[in-house]
């Protein structure tokens, strides 16, 4: 073994015993790989004493550049003649959304005497066995609970770098393999008419909040004015929202009877995706028209039915109909 492949030095502590395990990054393929992971588990094997449910959670790695990291104790197992399979319904591809969390999960049938790591395929470098987190990028994490078929690498939080195949192994021999590929997503944020809005006072206000390219609808889409959640049950009163999910969703915030106490920043922030926001300006009614003559650059006055035009695309057919009169009428009456 070259210095070049040594990575860092590491210890598992558990029930006042300590041994010393090596990490490498590793320059291999499969066979290579597994026959490391084989020797690494000769060299240094699984204290002989039992573990008791104390014991299950006071097994840490220590990195002499990272300080510790707490980790479950490894995992005993029984020998056994079976042979390891594994389950592929349950070890499926996994998208991730950018800065959230990932996790890839390996589900091993009749693991018996053998182990399970998670190795990154594009540089092999060896990642996990077990419950032992081999690696010095704290983001990854080793998760697999006593008993259980799953063994799962989790990512948090993840990047787009991350994107790619991942390798969960068994110790078989020859090493049995089943990659994993996991993309990152992306999804996109935004308020339709913004950076800037100017309605006349009294008008209604809808404010419609778009998120795409999302792997799976948002739970939840929080509103804010000046960054105070939007209640919708407070006196004023006049105020609702209604969301359609999908594909691409959509989020109504809709303020009837508006003021100038209206106007401000309003925000959209999904669960997932970015926040967005957007400035209202409610106007009496002797300066509307002194704003509809100048320059509104990026106001909805100057152009709100492009905003409307943009809306069938975002409902299905037949549902929200109401908000699109009411969208309609309101843009006439900005206009005349």
């Given amino acids: 073994m070259t210095k070049q492949e040594q990575d860092t030095n590491r210890s598992w502590v558990g ?72 389950d592929l319904n349950n070890s499926p591809n996994v998208t991730a959304v950018l800065d959230k969390t990932a996790i890839l999960n390996c589900r091993v049938k009749d693991v018996g005497n053998k182990t399970v790591s998670w190795v990154r395929y594009s540089d092999t470098h060896l990642l996990t066995i077990g419950r032992l987190t081999y690696t010095s990028d704290l983001r990854f994490k080793a998760i697999h609970k006593m008993f259980s078929e799953d063994y799962l690498l ?41 950076p800037d809005i100017h309605l006349k006072e009294g008008s209604t206000m809808n404010l419609t909040c778009v998120i795409e390219d999302s792997p799976e609808p948002p739970s939840y889409i929080f509103w804010r004015h000046n960054d105070a ?51 209202v300006h409610v106007l009496r009614g002797e300066y509307i028209g002194a704003r509809k003559g100048t320059n509104a650059g990026h106001s909805i006055m100057a152009r709100p039915r492009n905003a409307l035009l943009m809306l069938p695309r975002l409902l299905l057919p037949g549902m929200l109909n109401f908000l699109l009169v009411m969208l309609v009428s309101q843009s006439t009456q900005q206009v005349s």
């Fill in 229 to 279: 959640i939007i209640s919708y049950d407070s006196p004023r009163g006049g105020v609702s929202v209604i969301t359609e999910k999908g594909d691409t969703t959509a989020s109504f915030l809709v303020v009837q009877h508006t003021k100038p106490s209206d106007s401000g920043t309003y925000s959209c922030s999904p669960s997932l995706g970015q926040t967005v926001s957007v400035n």
């Fill in 15 to 86: 029930n006042n015993e300590t041994f010393e395990v090596r990490a490498w990054s590793y320059h291999h393929r499969d066979e290579k790989i597994q026959a490391d992971i084989n020797k690494l588990y000769d060299t240094h094997p699984t204290p002989s004493h039992s573990v008791s449910p104390e014991d299950d959670n006071i097994g840490r790695i220590r990195s002499h550049h990272h300080g510790y990291r707490e980790q479950p104790s490894p995992p005993s197992v029984s020998d056994g003649d079976s042979v390891p399979v594994f």
């Fill in 154 to 194: 989790q990512i948090k939080p993840v990047t787009h770098r991350d994107a790619g195949q991942y390798q969960c192994q068994i110790s078989t021999t020859p090493p049995t393999s089943h990659t994993v590929t996991l993309s990152v997503a992306e999804p996109k944020t935004s308020i339709l008419g913004g």
